[in-house]
């Protein structure tokens, strides 16, 4: 009975393994099948692929640390002319971030099956990235008084940014005199850290001002302070010298109940360091 149970444990331990590789199988599948129909949306529509580029743009700015709408700011809308990103740097000064891909071009050259199949996506990509190259380079950010001299253009896939660097970095040179710096991800990433960096620095510097300005400020209020209650002990001590002294009110108290006045009320108990004179 023992090895029944055992062999039937084991079967359906067998059943839900197959199970759960036919699962996996179905989902590798799915996402195969999820993954080309994204990849032929992006190749046909330019508004996708873009759109996605700006999507990937936004995961980079936050996985940087930046504070969101305080120092970067994502463009929404579809109005010409503007950039994806505002990225913002200390002392009022700022980066301006366009989301660029030759989609189509990367790809066809990825999947190329031979070299001259693959010179011609070459060609294509060179083609599309010096007109989005051009199209940055006119509308010159640069006109801003807060904005350095060049856009950093965004390519999402790295190895869509290493074809950059084909033909003896032609493409990039190319990028560099329109006063366009491309970047990747990675690339991007880093240099937002730095500029996060320069941010915290930033901050540390103001919360020292900040700091420094209010202990002004409680050192002012203090010995505004202190200037009062001098004023104070001043004025005490003009009252209490009048009750001290020849003729002092509180001995000519002291000689009317001699005399027989009364009171309904004692007078308090005067300090040691008050003497009275008579």
Same mark, same amino acid.
């Given at each position: 009975?023992?090895?029944?149970?055992?062999?039937?444990?084991?079967?359906?331990?067998?059943?839900?393994?197959? *199970?759960?590789?036919?699962?996996?199988?179905?989902?590798?599948?799915?996402?195969?099948?999820?993954?080309?129909?994204?990849?032929?949306?992006?190749?046909?529509?330019?508004?996708?692929?873009?759109?996605?580029?700006?999507?990937?743009?936004?995961?980079?700015?936050?996985?940087?640390?930046?504070?969101?709408?305080?120092? $970067?700011?994502?463009?929404?809308?579809?109005?010409?002319?503007?950039?994806? @990103?505002?990225?913002?740097?200390?002392?009022?000064?700022? #980066? $301006?971030?366009?989301?660029?891909?030759?989609? @189509?071009?990367?790809?066809?050259? #990825?999947?190329?099956?031979?070299?001259?199949?693959?010179?011609?996506?070459?060609?294509?990509?060179?083609?599309?990235?010096?007109?989005?190259?051009?199209?940055?380079?006119?509308?010159?950010?640069?006109?801003?008084?807060?904005?350095?001299? $060049?856009?950093?253009?965004?390519?999402?896939?790295?190895?869509?940014?290493? *074809? *950059?660097?084909?033909?003896?970095?032609?493409?990039?040179? $190319?990028?560099?005199?329109?006063?366009? *710096?491309?970047?990747?991800?990675?690339?991007?990433?880093?240099?937002?850290?730095?500029?996060?960096?320069?941010?915290?620095?930033?901050?540390?510097?103001?919360?020292?001002?900040?700091?420094?300005?209010?202990?002004?400020?409680?050192?002012?209020?203090?010995?505004?302070?202190?200037?009062?209650?001098?004023?104070?002990?001043?004025?005490?001590?003009?009252?209490?010298?009048?009750?001290?002294?020849?003729?002092?009110?509180?001995?000519?108290?002291?000689?009317?109940?001699?005399?027989?006045?009364?009171?309904?009320?004692?007078?308090?108990?005067?300090?040691?360091?008050?003497?009275?004179?008579?």
């Amino acid at each position: 009975k023992r090895s029944e149970q055992n062999f039937k444990t084991e079967s359906e331990n067998f059943t839900k393994f197959d *199970m759960n590789i036919k699962s996996f199988l179905d989902a590798g599948n799915k996402i195969s099948q999820d993954t080309n129909s994204l990849v032929r949306v992006m190749k046909a529509d330019n508004r996708s692929s873009g759109k996605w580029g700006e999507i990937v743009l936004e995961r980079v700015l936050e996985a940087s640390g930046l504070r969101k709408d305080e120092e $970067y700011k994502i463009q929404s809308g579809t109005a010409e002319g503007r950039p994806d @990103a505002i990225v913002f740097l200390p002392e009022g000064r700022c #980066v $301006y971030i366009d989301s660029k891909t030759s989609f @189509a071009s990367w790809d066809g050259f #990825v999947n190329a099956q031979d070299d001259a199949e693959k010179q011609i996506h070459l060609k294509q990509f060179v083609d599309s990235t010096k007109a989005h190259i051009n199209g940055l380079a006119k509308r010159d950010y640069s006109v801003e008084d807060s904005s350095p001299d $060049y856009v950093l253009m965004f390519i999402p896939i790295e190895s869509c940014y290493s *074809m *950059m660097f084909c033909d003896d970095c032609a493409l990039w040179d $190319y990028a560099w005199k329109n006063k366009v *710096m491309p970047v990747s991800p990675s690339t991007l990433l880093a240099a937002l850290k730095i500029i996060n960096a320069f941010h915290v620095v930033d901050r540390q510097n103001k919360n020292i001002l900040e700091m420094a300005r209010l202990c002004t400020n409680v050192h002012d209020k203090f010995a505004a302070l202190l200037t009062e209650l001098l004023k104070i002990r001043d004025n005490l001590n003009t009252a209490l010298k009048k009750l001290n002294g020849t003729g002092n009110i509180i001995n000519q108290i002291s000689k009317l109940e001699k005399l027989g006045c009364t009171y309904s009320k004692e007078l308090p108990q005067l300090p040691d360091e008050i003497t009275l004179e008579d």
